[in-house]
């Protein structure tokens, strides 16, 4: 699936996750005064859950992160167990409701919160890099590699396609591209990332079209602005056996800069391949490998 449909698919289960988490917080706003009269200890916890929808509901507005991913799911399906729990064996302090699955509200705030742990699990499993199977249906673990690739601007760079297609010869290669959500600093308080991440799917398009025509499979992803949360995000559901980083030279590279690469080498316990790609001079180069 290309980057285009890739984002336009995860913002389809963002915007479902938040107007999810949204209903989830209405509901137990409207619960929660009666609860405080009858159980305070509940109202707290309604409160506490309905600021936490209302903070996970955010963080996916913002970006699609696979800790919010998961902490959304987690929230839903606690309000879930609580609701059973209330319906059969009782609370402490409050067994009123046992066998009562009739309550409308109850019903909806079962569709709402079982809709968002729906969409959460979607959402990481599709993170989850599905193997291709070697001849005869078994996977050949001697000749599997996962690839995770980080590039910027550097993305369209030949040199760096060479470099992902000599180190996926001979194997059967997952390749995941990541295309940091470069912005300033400005627009990124302003939480305004809608032409930083436009700008990285044109880069994850050529990137990957690339790729395809030399022969290489491979998926790419809209990443975080700061490259190292955006490999530790990609290697909590990607399990790569070595890491590919582009950059521009020194003199233009901010990533070298803040030393990206070097702390990679020292945060991730992986091999890491390091492209250098200068469009100004028309140079690229393998700078080095560790």
């Known amino acids: 699936m290309n980057a285009t449909q890739d984002i336009i698919r995860d913002g389809i289960l963002r915007a479902v996750a938040v107007v ?19 159980t305070p200890y509940l109202g707290w916890m309604y409160i506490a859950l309905i600021l936490g929808s209302v903070a996970l509901a955010g ?3 913002r970006r699609s992160d696979s800790r919010a991913w998961a902490s959304a799911g987690a ?3 606690s309000v879930i167990v609580g609701y059973t729990l209330s319906r059969t064996m009782g609370l402490p302090q409050s067994n ?9 509200l109850g019903i909806a705030s079962l569709f709402v919160e079982g809709s968002v742990v729906a969409v959460s699990a979607g959402a990481l499993l599709e993170r989850v890099p599905i193997p291709r199977t070697a001849r005869g249906g078994v996977r050949a673990m001697s000749e599997w590699r996962s690839i995770l690739v980080i590039a910027n601007e550097t993305a369209g760079g030949p040199v760096l396609h060479e ?29 305004d990332e809608d032409g930083a991440r436009a ?3 044109r880069r994850l398009e050529h990137c990957l079209l690339r790729l395809e025509q030399a022969g290489i499979r491979a ?3 809209v990443g975080d602005a700061d490259p190292l949360q955006a490999i530790a995000d990609a290697l909590h559901l990607f399990p790569a056996d070595e890491l590919v980083i582009a950059t521009h030279p020194k003199p233009r590279s901010h990533w070298l800069a803040r030393n990206v690469v070097v702390r990679a080498r020292a945060k991730f316990d992986l091999p890491v391949l390091h492209v250098v790609v200068d469009p100004v001079r028309r140079l690229e180069y393998v700078a080095d490998a560790a």
Not at 20 to 38: Q, R
Not at 163 to 168: F, P
């Open 75 to 77: 929230l839903a399906l």
């Open 163 to 191: 470099a992902i297609r000599y180190r996926a010869r001979d194997v059967d290669a997952d390749v995941l591209v990541v295309a940091p959500a470069l912005n300033s600093r400005v627009r990124h308080w302003l939480s």
């Open 96 to 104: 009123g409701d046992i066998g009562n699955w009739s309550e409308p």
């Open 199 to 201: 700008a990285a799917e």
């Open 219 to 221: 998926r790419g992803r």
């Open 20 to 38: 999810g988490l949204a209903g989830i917080g209405l509901i137990h706003v409207l619960n929660a005064p009666s609860t405080f009269d009858e």
């Open 59 to 61: 963080a996916l507005i």
